[in-house]
């Protein structure tokens, strides 16, 4: 009967071998970046080199216990596990982000020390030449997947152009293409607000551009202001100009001057024909109708002034001999005699 459940329990071990290596495979290397100096932070706020793992299958699988390693020696297949897990960082336990859904990402920091967190691993990464870097399974036998990243340039990654485990499929991706935690072909439609926090971590370019924009609205605004002051104080001045009296156009003062002064010569020549009013009192009266026109005192008349002699008889010879007068005064006694005419029966 032992023996029986021995030999069940043998073929149950042997049977879930190739399960579990079939499993495996589905782990693969995504993105590394081995010079990281504006691109993914830890939650300390530093930047070390980073590698991306995927789960490239429809079903879930924790990568747990796993190992990663850059040293190419473990290669060597007469080298005891003692030893080659010493040359190896192990993905911690505890941590649900190990847990992989189908087709999910997660990113570990490499250079950097497992007291920081589950996803900082102690695997050394050196930038300045080619880096092999590799994943084995629990057991630190079995080779799951591995690549070889040239040398990069700052804040580049070497990426798997497509999640189909083809080794042959990577590329170099410039800095504005890296795509930590992010599958590599899906397109990503990243708002203008990311964008902006990526490229402007700090917040130099959103003060920058806020204070051009205020000081832009102030400099527009008192242009505004400048421009309308001007024109209300010319409205002003022309009103007052409008309301000012008199206000009589030039053209029409010179007419109405030449016009009076025509009618005064015509006024003087009646007068000095006339001879019945003094040349003086002829320029007081036009003087006087001069000063009144000026002062806008009286309506605008026709400006021709009348003045007719009257004779009052005072200076006939019949008012000054009165001496004969009375002697043709009559009376009683010298008053003519009618005749009368007889009456018609």
């Not at 189908?102 to 691993?121: D, E, I, T």
Request: hydrophobic fraction near 40%; include cysteine.
């Amino acid at each position: 009967m032992k023996k029986f459940g021995f030999m069940l329990g043998l073929l149950l071990t042997i049977a879930t071998q190739p399960m579990f290596a079939q499993m495996d495979a589905s782990i693969k290397l995504n993105e590394v970046m081995t010079q990281n100096e504006t691109s993914l932070i830890d939650e300390y706020g530093e930047r070390q080199a980073w590698v991306e793992i995927a789960n490239i299958s429809h079903s879930t699988y924790n990568i747990r216990g796993m190992y990663i390693t850059t040293d190419r020696s473990v290669l060597d297949k007469k080298m005891s596990v003692p030893e080659r897990v010493k040359r190896m960082s192990q993905i911690p336990n505890g941590d649900s982000r190990t847990e992989l859904k189908a087709r999910q990402l997660v990113v570990f920091h490499l250079n950097s020390s497992p007291a920081k967190g589950a996803m900082h691993l102690t695997v050394p990464a050196d930038g300045t030449k080619p880096l092999w870097i590799a994943i084995y399974n629990g057991n630190a036998t079995q080779l799951i997947d591995s690549v070889t990243v040239p040398v990069l340039k700052a804040d580049q990654s070497y990426a798997r152009v497509a999640n189909n485990g083809n080794a042959a499929d990577w590329e170099t991706k410039s800095a504005d293409r890296v795509t930590p935690g992010i599958q590599n072909q899906t397109v990503v439609s990243e708002s203008k607000v990311a964008k902006f926090k990526r490229e402007d971590p700090y917040g130099f370019g959103m003060a920058i551009m806020a204070m051009g924009i205020v000081f832009s609205c102030l400099a527009l605004l008192w242009i505004t202001f400048t421009l309308f002051g001007m024109l209300m104080r010319h409205m002003d001045t022309a009103k007052m100009v409008a309301n000012k009296q008199p206000i009589k156009p030039i053209t029409k003062t010179v007419e109405m001057t030449m016009e009076v002064g025509h009618k005064t010569g015509v006024m003087l020549k009646e007068g000095f024909d006339t001879k019945g009013i003094d040349r003086e009192v002829y320029m007081a009266v036009i003087g006087l109708a001069l000063r009144q026109y000026e002062d806008d005192i009286h309506d605008v008349e026709s400006g021709v002034i009348t003045i007719k002699p009257k004779d009052t008889g005072w200076d006939d010879e019949y008012s000054q001999m009165t001496h004969l007068h009375e002697a043709f005064i009559p009376t009683k006694h010298n008053a003519p005699t009618i005749p009368t005419t007889p009456e018609l029966h």
